[in-house]
């Protein structure tokens, strides 16, 4: 007869997050199958599939339609104002700081971009002091992954006048060091920042877009960049699981 302890759902979901977070189930690959994972902890399907709702619930996990369950772990990255340091943005040939962070974890970073002039939302127009009636704006839209995972979705717009007919109208990650690094080549450099962040429920697309459940947070931030003139040439838009991100600020204390 069996005396070994029989484990409950959610220590066996314990087991395999800590296999999860150790890489024993590396971040991109797919989990043993449920009758599998069974078998090892001497469990039940049913309880084995408690366990994974648990992890999907989490964020760590995601059943794919013939895939299995990919493990969709990463460790929060960090955000803070060194991540746009330009020998940051350009360690290594890399485009832009999303593409070095991502790199610097052991991970492929890859891009799904679309570019268009279009008319800008009035309040985008009105922070880069465009015309929100013309087609005056810039946007590049990017879906950004990790080894396949949907990790951010990014847009970023600038003025068309800056923009129109430079590198950042090209489809396709071809710009060593991000669009900052564009903008500083076309006469642009940029000197201060500004973000706001906002934790909200996702919406609409950005459920698909990112392949998580409704019930998940996303981190909702808007970054403007702007010239030593204090003109604003670029605002990216970014969406983001909460779970991926932790945000680093220092600042002086009187």
């Not at 800590?18 to 599998?36: C, R």
């Not at 934790?199 to 909702?220: A, N």
Request: glycine share 10%.
């Amino acid at each position: 007869m069996d005396m070994s302890p029989k484990l409950g759902y959610r220590e066996i979901a314990d087991h395999i997050r800590q296999g999860i977070v150790s890489g024993a189930y590396p971040t991109g690959t797919a989990l043993p199958a449920e009758p599998e994972l069974a078998a090892e902890f001497n469990a039940s399907r049913s309880l084995v599939n408690r366990a994974m709702q648990v992890l999907a619930a989490e964020g760590l996990v995601r059943p794919r339609q013939g895939r299995g369950t990919i493990v969709t772990w990463l460790p929060p990255m960090t955000h803070s104002a060194a991540r746009y340091a330009r020998s940051t943005r350009e360690a290594g040939g890399a485009r832009g700081a999303f593409d070095a962070e991502i790199r610097a974890l052991g991970l492929e970073p890859q891009h799904e971009i679309r570019v268009e002039r279009t008319i800008p939302p009035q309040h985008i127009a009105e922070i880069l002091g465009l015309d929100a009636g013309e087609e005056s704006a810039l946007v590049r839209r990017r879906r950004l992954l990790a080894s396949g995972i949907p990790v951010r979705l990014n847009a970023s717009w600038f003025p068309l006048e800056i923009a129109a007919g430079t590198v950042l109208e090209a489809e396709g990650p071809v710009i060593v060091g991000g669009v900052k690094t564009a903008l500083a080549e076309l006469g642009y450099p940029q000197t201060e920042g500004t973000e706001r962040f906002t934790i909200r429920s996702p919406q609409g697309h950005e459920i698909d877009d990112l392949e998580i459940s409704p019930e998940r947070t996303v981190i909702d931030m808007v970054h403007i960049g702007r010239t030593e003139s204090g003109r604003a040439v670029e605002v990216t838009t970014t969406v983001t699981p909460a779970h991926y991100l932790v945000v680093e600020s220092t600042f002086p204390l009187a």
